[in-house]
C-alpha cells in the first residue's frame, strides 16, 4: 500500500522516466484549482528533492499564474501499465521564462521545441505512493505530434504573439508574466 517519504528514490525516480503522461495541480489562495495533463519528453528529476519540467505553450497559462501568487504544486504520476502505482510529488516551485538565467541552465535538458514557454523547478518535500488498484490498464500507442508541429509552424514570432492573446492571463485575471515583469 501506500507510503510517504521525504525524497524520490531511485526505484521511483526510473518509474518515473518511464512514464508518458503526468498531471499537474496548482491554485492560488483564490479562484480556481487547476490540474492538467502534460506529456512528451518534458520532466526531469535533478536530485532526489529536485525536479525540472519545461512547460510547453499551450491554450491557458494557469501554471504559471498560480505560481507567481502560491508556489505550491503537486505532480501526480498513475501507472497505466505493469504494477499498479500512484505516485504523488508534493512541494514547492518556481517558474522561469527564457529571459531567466534558470530557463538557459535547464532549457538544455530536453529536445528542442519552438513551443517551449516556462522552465517550472520544484523542490520536492513530500513523496507519497498510493496503491493504483483502480487505475485502468491503458496501452500507449504513440505521442501526438499536433502541438510540436504547430509550434513548428508558428514559429517563435507566432508563439509570442499567440502567448499575448492567450497566455498573459489565467482564467481568474491573474497575471502570467510570460511577456515580462
Not at 40 to 53: A, E, G, L, Q, Y
Not at 55 to 78: D, I, K, Q, Y
Not at 93 to 99: F, L, P, Q, S
Not at 128 to 142: I, L, N, R, W, Y
Request: aromatic content about 12%.
Amino acid at each position: 500500500m501506500g507510503k510517504k517519504l521525504e525524497s524520490i528514490t531511485e526505484e521511483l525516480k526510473e518509474f518515473i522516466e518511464k512514464q508518458k503522461l503526468f498531471f499537474v495541480g496548482t491554485a492560488a489562495d483564490e479562484g480556481r484549482v487547476n490540474v492538467s495533463p502534460k506529456g512528451t519528453d518534458s520532466f526531469r528529476v535533478i536530485d532526489p528533492n529536485k525536479i525540472v519540467w519545461l512547460n510547453l505553450t499551450g491554450s491557458g497559462n494557469e501554471t504559471a499564474a498560480h505560481l507567481l501568487l502560491n508556489p505550491r504544486m503537486t505532480v501526480m504520476f498513475c501507472a497505466f501499465e505493469g504494477k499498479p502505482m500512484i505516485l504523488r510529488l508534493y512541494g514547492y516551485a518556481k517558474i522561469y521564462h527564457g529571459r531567466d538565467p534558470e530557463f538557459q541552465q535547464y532549457i538544455s535538458l530536453f529536445p528542442e521545441n519552438t513551443g517551449s514557454r516556462q522552465i517550472i523547478v520544484m523542490t520536492v518535500d513530500l513523496v507519497q505512493t498510493s496503491c493504483g488498484f483502480a487505475v485502468p490498464f491503458m496501452d500507449f500507442k504513440e505521442e501526438r505530434e499536433t502541438l510540436n508541429s504547430w509550434s513548428t509552424k508558428q514559429g517563435k514570432e507566432g508563439i509570442e504573439r499567440y502567448w499575448e492573446e492567450k497566455n498573459t492571463k489565467s482564467l481568474d485575471g491573474f497575471e502570467t508574466k510570460i511577456l515580462g515583469a
